[in-house]
């Protein structure tokens, strides 16, 4: 099992491009979140996605960013027209349950997006 | 609302000392906590539970909740502890996601 697998590692877009990141969960995993990490700052949950649904979206800006995970394929966050402002790191972790006390979260490596 | 507060961002330490990192939270619920470490270039993993009660590493860590803490601890520090430290909330009434603090970078110098 290969693990959490993020591409691309590393994205640079001009502003007003759009960025698409992939996470591919585990095997058996139908459970997937997306965090962000701003610089010098801890993660912070974007969205939280089953297959085909999207759970709570609570923590995703409410314009440019959105989020799928379809039945075949990796989940995709899309940001639309980016600004420098989305500069981060955005990870994805997977579960074979939701996240709990008993259930842990694995995490992808993250990709890096840089807005020149 | 949920919050971890992890107060200290850069912890360097001799290597045989004693390392200690320090993690508040505030939650209205039973806390579910966790220390997470990403190593250099690798991702993000689970160290501790406070559920499991167990030491992996050498680390412990003890969920206090008259003081609302969960700090992380190892007797003696070794040059392969060097990392990153989140200390993490399970937020059970926001969908399962984990609330984390801002991070410890933890320096072991040999």
């Known amino acids: 099992n290969a693990g959490v697998m993020q591409n691309p590692r590393h994205l640079v877009r001009r502003r007003g491009q759009e960025a698409r990141l992939r996470c591919s969960p585990m095997k058996g995993h139908s459970h997937v979140y997306w965090y962000r990490q701003l610089p010098e700052e801890g993660l912070k949950f974007m969205v939280y996605?089953?297959?085909?649904?999207?759970?709570?979206e609570s923590g995703m800006p409410k314009e440019r960013f959105s989020a799928e995970f379809p039945k075949e394929g990796p989940s995709i966050l899309r940001i639309q027209q980016v600004v420098r402002g989305d500069s981060a790191a955005y990870f994805c972790?997977?579960?074979?349950?939701?996240?709990?006390?008993?259930?842990?979260?694995?995490f992808g490596q993250g990709t890096r997006l840089t807005v020149v | 609302a949920q919050r971890v507060t992890q107060p200290e961002k850069l912890l360097s330490v001799f290597k045989g000392a004693p390392v200690e990192l320090k993690c508040n939270y505030s939650y209205s619920g039973s806390p579910e906590l966790f220390w997470y470490v990403q190593y250099s270039r690798q991702r993000l993993q689970l160290l501790l539970r406070?559920?499991s009660r167990e030491s992996i590493k050498g680390f412990t860590a003890d969920l206090n909740k008259g003081e609302t803490s969960f700090h992380l601890k190892k007797p003696f520090a070794q040059e392969e502890d060097s990392a990153m430290y989140y200390c993490?909330?399970?937020?059970?009434?926001?969908?399962?996601?984990?609330?984390f603090g801002k991070g410890n970078q933890v320096v072991v110098i040999p």
């Open positions: 406070h559920i």
């Open positions: 993490a909330l399970h937020d059970l009434y926001g969908n399962n996601r984990l609330a």
């Open positions: 996605l089953q297959k085909e649904n999207i759970i709570d």
């Open positions: 972790a997977s579960s074979p349950l939701g996240q709990g006390a008993n259930t842990e979260a694995f």
